[in-house]
C-alpha cells in the first residue's frame, strides 16, 4: 500500500459526459502527479501539482483540467468525454522534483 | 520518440533465472527510476539510481548506469513467478523549465512472464 489513495476505483460513463476523479497524496507529500495509461499511448504525464500550485504540464487536453486543494488532496475533472478517453487514470504524490513517485492503485474509466 | 525506452517489450523466462531489463533515453538527467507494475495496478516504486552513481543493489535487484551511452539495465537475480509484472524506467530532464519542470517521463515498458 503507497498510501496514496483515488476514488472511485470504476467508473462507467456515456461520451459527453463530465467525471471528477479524487486522489489523496500520502501524508507530508506535497506533490501531486496524474497520469493516463491506454494500451496505445502507454503511461503519459497529464500534470502536477506543488503545494496548491501548477507546476508541470504534459499531454493534457483542453477538456481536462485539474487542481490541488489547501488540504493537498486533487481532482482530475474530465469533461466533453469521448471513447478514446476510456483508460487507467493514476495519481502519484511525493516531495517534488525530480523525485520518487509513489503511485495511487488508479481509476478506470470506461465511457461507453 | 519517448524518452526512457525500454528493451526487450517483453521477456519470458523460467523461475531461478535472471531477468536483464534494459533503457535507452535521450537527454540529461538528474536520476533514474524503475517502477514495476502488476496487471492493471499502481506503479511501485523499485529503485533509485542517481546520475553520479554507476550502479545500485536492492535486494535481488542490480541497476546499473551509464550517462555516457544514455543507458541503464535491471537486472533480477533468481526470478520468482510473483516478479511477473510489467517494469518501468523513467528519466527526468534537470534542464527542463517551464511547465516541464519535474516530469517524469515513463518508456513503454518490459513485460516480464516467469514461469514457474
Known amino acids: 500500500d503507497s498510501g496514496v489513495t483515488q476514488t472511485p476505483k470504476h467508473l462507467i460513463t456515456a461520451t459527453g459526459q463530465r467525471v471528477t476523479l479524487r486522489c489523496s497524496p500520502r501524508?507530508?507529500?506535497?506533490?501531486v502527479y496524474w497520469y493516463q495509461q491506454s494500451l496505445d499511448q502507454g503511461l503519459q504525464f497529464l500534470i502536477h501539482y506543488y503545494n496548491g500550485e501548477e507546476r508541470a504540464k504534459g499531454n493534457i487536453l483542453e477538456r481536462f483540467s485539474a487542481q490541488q486543494f489547501p488540504d493537498l488532496h486533487s481532482e482530475l475533472n474530465l469533461s466533453s468525454l469521448e471513447l478514446g478517453d476510456s483508460a487507467l487514470y493514476f495519481c502519484?504524490?511525493?516531495?517534488?522534483?525530480?523525485?520518487?513517485?509513489?503511485f495511487g492503485p488508479g481509476t478506470r474509466l470506461t465511457v461507453l | 520518440s519517448q524518452q526512457g525506452e525500454e528493451d526487450p517489450q517483453a521477456l519470458s523466462i523460467q523461475e531461478g533465472e535472471n531477468a536483464t531489463m534494459n533503457c535507452s533515453y535521450k537527454?540529461?538527467?538528474?536520476?533514474l527510476q524503475w517502477y514495476r507494475q502488476n496487471s492493471g495496478r499502481g506503479l511501485v516504486h523499485l529503485i533509485l539510481?542517481?546520475?553520479?552513481?554507476r550502479e545500485k543493489h536492492s535486494g535481488r535487484l542490480r541497476v546499473t548506469l551509464d550517462t555516457s551511452k544514455k543507458s541503464s539495465s535491471l537486472l533480477i537475480t533468481a526470478s520468482r513467478a510473483a516478479d511477473t509484472a510489467s517494469y518501468f524506467c523513467?528519466?527526468?530532464?534537470?534542464?527542463?523549465?517551464?511547465?516541464?519542470?519535474?516530469?517524469?517521463?515513463f518508456g513503454q515498458g518490459t513485460i516480464l512472464t516467469v514461469h514457474p
Open positions: 539510481i542517481r546520475s553520479n552513481e
Open positions: 523513467a528519466t527526468g530532464d534537470p534542464n527542463a523549465g517551464g511547465t516541464s519542470y519535474g516530469k517524469l517521463t
Open positions: 501524508s507530508g507529500d506535497l506533490s
Open positions: 537527454t540529461s538527467i538528474n536520476n
Open positions: 502519484a504524490s511525493g516531495a517534488g522534483g525530480l523525485r520518487t513517485q509513489y
